[in-house]
């Protein structure tokens, strides 16, 4: 009788152990967070704008270890779109529906936000050129750059969804006499989708005069962009950048801003979270907070 007790009493004890071994794997998964690598110019953005309650900036505290890191803003979307428990930031251009995008602080990813800087999550895209070069860029990329800071440039950036720069903008005409050459761009991934739009436009207003401008494109991050304009020793380097240049590299940089553009933080579809404050981004990409149901309850 008392073996059969003992027995009795083993089974029970491995019921509640099985029990609770299905529940924890039934359970809750930690948040998936999804970074870009150093270098990125939105990256950089992100962690300057991110910041904890007493105003401590992400780019300080440092990103949580386990961050999942990618080199592209395609790449964030695809890991978002495919992870339940993901989330991530990407330019708001570049958002599909394939992910959900958060408000942040009740405010909605929008270009009127951004422009009436009700929207705090947003940074400057920059075209970027050698200031050793000077006026020795060649024809191609002086004619490409005078596009760039044209009100046809900015009409493009309007019907891309990113707010306008039309401070010195003026209108692009086709030069008089054809002019040839290669253009070599890189830097942002972000920029990368715009600059797109911006070359097929460039080429639909120049007609015949730029058919002999072949422009080159190799985006790999907003570093990558600033390295190449740096060593540019031929003239027809345009670097792509997400982010403000830094004081460190006004001295070799000549720069202007083409656009301002919304960092939007996506979620998977399923999730059901709407909105986010700053501070909570801030303890989710340290790892204070690891499960979405603990913003519910904050």
Request: charged letters at 20%; one cysteine or more.
């Amino acid at each position: 009788m008392k073996t059969s007790k003992k027995v009795i009493f083993v089974m029970i004890a491995l019921v509640i152990a099985l029990t609770a071994v299905l529940a924890a794997c039934g359970g809750e998964k930690d948040i998936a967070v999804i970074a870009r690598t150093s270098g990125s110019g939105t990256r950089d953005a992100f962690e300057s704008i991110v910041k904890s309650e007493d105003g401590t900036a992400l780019k300080d505290a440092g990103l949580m270890k386990g961050a999942l890191e990618q080199d592209k803003t395609s790449t964030v979307i695809s890991l978002v779109s495919s992870t339940e428990t993901g989330i991530g930031y990407v330019s708001l251009g570049s958002v599909d529906d394939s992910v959900k995008v958060l408000k942040v602080e009740g405010v909605e990813a929008t270009a009127e936000n951004v422009l009436s800087g009700d929207y705090k999550m947003q940074r400057p895209f920059v075209i970027m050129t050698s200031k050793a070069m000077g006026e020795n860029l060649t024809a191609a990329t002086k004619d490409f750059l005078a596009f760039l800071r044209s009100t046809q440039a900015q009409d493009v950036v309007e019907e891309e969804g990113y707010v306008r720069q039309d401070e010195g903008a003026t209108e692009y005409t086709a030069p008089a006499s054809a002019v040839s050459g290669t253009v070599s761009i890189s830097g942002s991934t972000s920029v990368d989708p715009l600059m797109d739009k911006l070359i097929g436009k460039y080429k639909e207003i120049g007609g015949a005069s730029v058919a002999g401008v072949e422009i080159s494109k190799n985006c790999q991050g907003t570093s990558h962009g600033i390295s190449a304009v740096k060593a540019d020793k031929t003239g027809n380097v345009i670097g792509l950048g997400s982010s403000a240049v830094k004081e460190a590299d006004e001295a070799e940089i000549a720069h202007f801003e083409i656009a301002l553009d919304a960092i939007a933080v996506i979620v998977n579809p399923e999730n059901t979270l709407e909105d986010i404050t700053i501070a909570q981004l801030f303890d989710i990409y340290t790892g204070k907070i690891v499960k979405f149901s603990a913003l519910s309850a904050a």
